[in-house]
């Protein structure tokens, strides 16, 4: 019989929504489940091959874990503000106000086709001003509290986006979006206070049930270093500061010490030397080298002495101060000591003939003669033996380190510190798209503020207007500051967004005096917009179910969405599947705002994921999929050709979910025939008569297919909880092709097997469960149990071995003792040509595996 797979799969997709299937009971849910996807950004043409890959991925899941009695909450939208979708709207000449409807309605007819079981009434847009009216109140409040500050500093700029990008957003110094060579550029910009979360974002990572590899990419991306910060003054200038070195214990080799060329210190250094005109130069060649990308600070070093001195506290003579191209100003305090012991510091005073000494040598005489004598660089090693201090030599370099920070502290030179590779998160675009920052700028506002003057009414100004004066918020009850339409939105590369070149948009009052003041016309990072989106799906209902309800925290917090008691009883979400490309940059800034979320009295949990997997990656072919190389694999095309169902189970049976697979066209023909062969079984039950049915209505199938209806049942229970899908798919495989063979097969049988197809092919496996006379959703049904007792085995194969070397294998019972085969063994013809007229010396025998015969 032919499947018609349109037809079919339009049909239920009318009755899942028109009948709710998908729509949990929120308030009277007994078991929440909350399966959230990462949601799409909807630019260029449509969801791509790998969107399906992860919705169809998440979606299995979901499925599974309703037929288990789960009140399953699966949502989707689109993050549709944000760079991506303002670049596609340039590329194509269309205001992205406009390209947003025309994207959403496309994508929403594409995110029905694919069949998840999405809960389409709770959807949201963060273009919808109805949402970003959330993001703005978000930035306020960590206005409020000081957890965002304005400031000028060296940003990374790409000169093809025209916006400033965090850190985490480039990617071997390319933006992350278009593969710029992204350059550097001062920039007054927004930040948010994610390092003052630094050490909870990373001793939480080891309670949460995430990916591994994302564990470790967060971990890596925090970058937690112990060690001292050296206290130091400078030699005959009344200037002091701090030097941090993760590598104490040869803190006595240090003869040099190196400066950052953009720390704000060098001015005050040169300032009145010799040195003056020279420094200025190379710090300006070192800066344009790096601004365009042509310096590798790991590969090459560059330096220049100021003509200034550390009046070294140590006693081992004072150390000259060099402006050094490889010392990263972010980092630490941007100032280094230098010794012997670091292979850059080593390699840089070879290059500029500056002095070096040695505090730690190896054991072997050989190589301690070629480290004193500067021939190599003897470093980090945890055998190597401290000779200075005195107090600490003989240690080994890896026990000294505890002793010599002590030694340090006593005497007074510095303290124990930690210090973080993570930044804080630079929070404002210069683009149009996207919400604006709700902040207004009024000079007499901040007048009043440096003159620690009272606001209006004697109201005393937030901790974020004093630590940014002249910064007021706006008023959370003109939220949202909506973005306005602009007819020239085209990035100027200036610095500045589109919105400012719109006076009715940025000339406002202040609404703290009244007096005329201007609107921040930056826009926020679209990261912000999905740091927070898993939340907002419940605020649709806040209103409905905020009656009486009242939470530990401020007037505005209590009116808030989050106020909302379903928040607390369906919140932190149960599963996360999404990119590990985003482990950094969307899945860091979701955790970060859910601790101050949770500091603020907002929820009551501080991870927003209690599981999260990441998916693997899909290429074409063994390649990349790429427009230029013209691989991209659209998959409307293939549902048209194919199905959804055939589709999906092809994308989940190239191989294991998280490791991703090699999409090969030819490879869907063996699915599209499977699931063929499925529906014309089927349906050979479906055209019974109702009286066979009934008689047919129990297991009288032979011992051998229940056991293995028993077995696929565990095992695609284990494996679609692990996220195996292929395997379970294999499993489905295995059952079928025996299914076909029997002569004589119940109902029962080929129900069960539906309910174990269901999540995979969810449209042709609710088609069949219709023709079999069910009138309530497959989806809705119960998933399998399977009976562990079927499930032991009763006759194992025993491996006969003689002297370790195979040379039988004999079916038992699975509780055979060691006499009884002992005495089938030696009685066969096959292992007595070993050990006729042998002395037998040992019998090893393994229960239920091996019986090994030493002669």
């Known amino acids: 019989m032919f499947y018609n797979h349109q037809k079919i799969e339009k049909k239920w997709q009318k009755i899942w929504e028109k009948e709710k299937i998908y729509e949990p009971n ?57 760079i991506h979708s303002e670049n596609y709207a340039l590329k194509i000449g269309v205001h992205p106000s406009k390209q947003a409807k025309i994207s959403e309605k496309h994508f929403y007819k594409q995110l029905k086709m694919i069949g998840n079981g999405f809960s389409w009434d709770e959807k949201l847009e963060t273009y919808d001003p109805e949402y ?74 080891d309670m949460i049930d995430w990916s591994e590899r994302t564990k470790i990419a967060q971990k890596e991306w925090i970058g937690r270093s112990e060690g001292i910060n050296l206290k ?70 560059e330096g220049i002495f100021t003509g200034r001195y550390v009046d070294n506290p140590f006693g081992t003579g004072d150390l000259p101060i060099w402006v050094a191209s490889y010392v990263i100003a972010g980092y630490g305090t941007g100032i ?42 003897y470093h980090h090693a945890s055998d190597g033996i401290i000779q200075e201090p005195i107090e600490m030599k003989g240690m080994t370099w890896e026990k000294a380190r505890k002793p010599i920070i002590e030694y340090i502290e006593k005497k007074g030179f510095g303290k124990k510190t930690i210090n973080y590779h993570l930044r804080d998160w630079l929070i404002s675009r210069q683009r149009y798209w ?44 003109d939220l949202p500051v909506i973005l306005p339409y602009i007819k020239d939105f085209q990035p100027k590369g200036t610095g500045e967004s589109p919105l400012a070149t719109d006076k009715k948009f940025y000339e406002v009052k202040c609404p703290e005096c009244g007096k ?39 007037r505005e917090i209590e009116n808030s969405p989050f106020s909302s008691p379903l928040i607390r009883k369906w919140l932190p979400v149960d599963m996360y599947i999404g990119g590990q490309e985003h482990a950094c940059l969307h899945l860091l800034y979701s955790r970060f705002l859910a601790m101050v979320f949770n500091d603020l009295g907002l929820i009551d949990f501080e991870e927003p994921f209690k599981k999260f997997r990441a998916h693997g990656l899909l290429t074409k072919d063994g390649a990349k999929m790429s427009k230029s190389r013209g691989n991209v694999v659209n998959p409307d095309e293939y549902i048209k050709k194919f199905g959804a169902d055939v589709f999906r189970m092809y994308l989940m049976f190239l191989s294991p979910f998280e490791r991703g697979g090699d999409f090969q066209s030819k490879g869907i023909l063996g699915i599209a025939r499977f699931l063929d062969r499925i529906f014309n079984f089927g349906n050979s039950f479906a055209n019974r ?64 097997f539906l309910k174990l197809l269901a999540p995979f092919a969810p449209f042709i496996s609710e088609e069949l469960w219709a023709k079999l006379g069910h009138k309530k959703s497959i989806h809705l049904e119960k998933w399998p149990e399977y009976n562990s007792r079927l499930l032991k085995q009763k006759k194992i194969i025993l491996i006969v071995q003689v002297n370790g070397k195979f040379r039988d294998k004999i079916e038992v019972n699975v509780d055979i003792s060691e006499q009884e085969a002992k005495e089938i063994i030696l009685s066969r013809e096959k292992i007595q040509k070993y050990t006729k007229g042998k002395e037998i010396k040992k019998i090893i025998f393994v229960p239920g595996k091996l019986f090994n015969i030493v002669i």
């Not at 300032?271 to 790991?298: C, H, L, M, P, W």
């Not at 005073?349 to 730690?360: D, E, F, G, S």
């Not at 207004?440 to 901040?446: I, K, S």
């Not at 109702?690 to 695609?716: C, M, R």
């Open 26 to 82: 929120f308030k009277k849910a007994k078991r929440p489940f909350y399966n959230l996807m990462m949601f799409p950004y909807p630019s260029a043409e449509g969801l791509h091959v790998g969107n399906m890959y992860a919705f169809t991925g998440s979606d299995i899941y979901g499925r599974f874990k309703r037929m288990r009695g789960y009140d399953v909450f699966e949502p989707i939208g689109l993050d549709g503000f944000g």
């Open 132 to 205: 970003y009216k959330w993001t703005q109140w978000i930035f306020i409040q960590l206005f409020k509290r000081g957890l965002a500050y304005r400031k000028k500093q060296a940003v990374n700029w790409c000169p093809s986006c025209k916006t400033v990008l965090a850190d985490e957003q480039v990617i071997a110094e390319k933006c992350e979006r278009c593969s710029s060579e992204v350059i550097k550029k001062n920039l007054e910009q927004w930040f948010f206070k994610i390092t003052k979360y630094a050490e909870r974002l990373l001793k939480n990572l």
């Open 232 to 301: 130091e003054k400078v030699k005959n200038l009344n200037i002091e500061f701090e030097v941090f070195d993760t590598i104490p214990q040869t803190f006595l080799a240090q003869t040099f010490t190196v400066i950052a060329p953009e720390h704000p210190l060098v001015e005050r250094l040169i300032t009145g030397t010799k040195y003056e005109k020279s420094v200025r130069e190379f710090v300006e060649k070192i800066k344009q080298k790096k601004a365009v990308n042509k310096f590798d600070v790991e590969k090459e070093s």
């Open 336 to 377: 280094v000591n230098c010794s012997a012991h670091d292979e850059r510091d080593f390699a840089f005073a070879k290059k500029y003939n500056i002095p070096l000494k040695v505090v730690m040598l190896p054991l072997d005489v050989d190589l301690a003669k070629k480290v004193q004598n500067f021939e190599i660089c």
């Open 434 to 477: 996207g919400p604006p920052i709700p902040l207004v700028f009024c000079e007499n506002c901040a007048e009043r503020i440096k003159n620690k003057e009272l606001g209006i009414k004697n109201k005393k100004f937030d901790k974020g207007e004093i630590e940014n004066p002249g910064w007021i918020p706006v008023p959370e009850k």
């Open 516 to 554: 005329m003041a201007r609107r921040e016309t930056d826009v926020s990072d679209t990261f912000l917009d999905s740091a927070w989106y898993y939340l907002g799906y419940f605020f649709e209902n806040w209103k409905a179910t905020l009656r009486g309800v009242r939470q530990k925290a401020s």
């Open 689 to 752: 008569k109702v009286g066979e049915k009934q008689t047919l209505n129990k297991f009288e199938n032979k011992k051998e297919l229940e056991k293995l209806f028993h077995q696929t049942i565990k095992k695609i229970t284990e494996d679609i909880e692990n996220l195996n899908y292929n395997t379970a798919i294999s499993a489905l495989m295995i059952l079928f092709n025996k299914m076909e063979k029997e002569s004589q097969l119940s109902i029962v049988n080929c129900q069960l």
